[in-house]
């Protein structure tokens, strides 16, 4: 008889043993400590002030974003009303199309962005506030032309 | 060993305590069970658990009604492409065959797939929509609206739809055939002439003010600094000038592209609206009376 109950504590525990281990909890990693900052990102800590140097072309105009950036946009502060930003829509532009269409593109932007009129019922915005008007809508091109009219708030830019 | 029995007794017991035989009604899961839990659901519009429930229940017991339900649970939950395969498969010989056609065509519809609606309405089985509210024949011409294809003539296309709504129609037609497009070309060639003419073309009165002042101050800049002997300034501001002027006749032919996408967002929204309001997609099937 007590041999019995041996044996059967031995089954048992060996059954509970190998039930704990069969359904252990595996994703901590979704209860462990969350790394999470409350702190607002500042854009200039984001600006890429790195040179391309696989081309001329891009190493001149990546230079001058770069010095506009560190001597007057950092130090003036975030006050571009667009996103991007008009040195960041002019890189994009150049990056997208050429030199030529990049400046033109660049121009009309800055144009666009001394109307202080006509903004707001003309732009989407992203969360922040800015307006958002990205390079795609002006290469002239219109598969790229995804329209987005002013009332919507675009969270995935 | 009497310990031993007495364990399993006590873990069968818990364990197979609800399951009785599953055909009787008394067990949780009979087939009527099911049917009358996925029904509460469906009537909750708790429409992606009803239709978990009545998969299960056709496993046990096969049902046309149920297999009708499930698709209509589907399209509440605007998942037109399960819903019109599921609409799809309800078999001929069904009472549910009709209505199901009918909702099948509509699903590829909605489900923006109208390419294939038109080949299944065109060389499908002809269907008596007469009852159902915002017929398939009307959808049918509805959908050259919203595709780039040819449009089929005026007549040929009022033909299908009902009086009270010809009007509308025929300005939505109008809309397609001679949609009130910008040209890039003209918008340009009038910024070309008058810096910001271009912008005003398309509508953007304020940027296209804007464009002419900054093209016209930098430009009085420069003469003014080449006149006082400054020629560096006045090669700068020339530079600007040429910038602004350029970037503006760029600027309205991209304008006038942006003018037209918006357009046709605002008609494409009208007709989604207009769909929506003269219920062509209302579910006349009540099944929770």
Known sequence: ?????????????????????????????????????????????????????????????????????????DVDGDNCAFNPTCSNFFIQSVEKTNIVQGFLMFFDRFTRDMDIFGKLNHYPRVPDGHFYDPPSLYLLDIHFINYIPPSVIVKNE | MKNFFFTILIFNSI??????????NDSLFSPYNIKRFADFLYCQK???????????????????????????????????????KRFNSIKESSSFYQPAQIQFLKSLFQ??????????YSHGTPLNDSNDCGGVASLYMFSFLLTDEPLPNEDEFLMKFPALEKIQMKSFYDWKKNPPEKSSIIAAIFSTIIPGMGK?????????????ISTLGAGYLAYDNFKAGHNFRGWIFTGLTAGFYGGNIYGSAAAAQIYNAHIRFDFINDLETYLEDNNYFLKIFNFCK
Request: glycine share 2%; hydrophobic share 40%.
């Open chain 2, 111 to 120: 489900s923006g797939n109208y390419v294939q609606f038109r080949n299944k």
């Open chain 2, 200 to 212: 005003i073309y398309t509508h953007d009165y304020s940027d296209g003010i804007f464009a002419f």
């Open chain 1, 1 to 73: 008889m007590k041999n019995n109950q041996f044996i059967f504590t031995i089954i048992l525990s060996f059954a509970l043993f190998i039930s704990f281990n069969s359904f252990a909890q595996t994703d901590w990693v979704k209860w462990g400590k969350a790394d999470f900052s409350y702190q607002i990102k500042n854009p200039v800590e984001q600006r890429n002030y790195s040179f391309d140097l696989s081309n001329p072309e891009r190493l001149v105009l990546k230079s001058l974003a770069n010095a506009y950036w560190f001597f007057i946009s």
């Open chain 2, 46 to 84: 708790d429409y992606l658990r009803a239709a978990d429930e009545y998969v299960r229940y056709l496993g046990l017991i096969p049902n046309d009604t149920i297999e009708f339900k499930i698709a209509l649970s589907y399209s509440l939950m605007n998942n037109y492409d399960e819903a019109a």
């Open chain 2, 15 to 24: 364990l197979f305590s609800q399951e009785k035989n599953h055909l009787t």
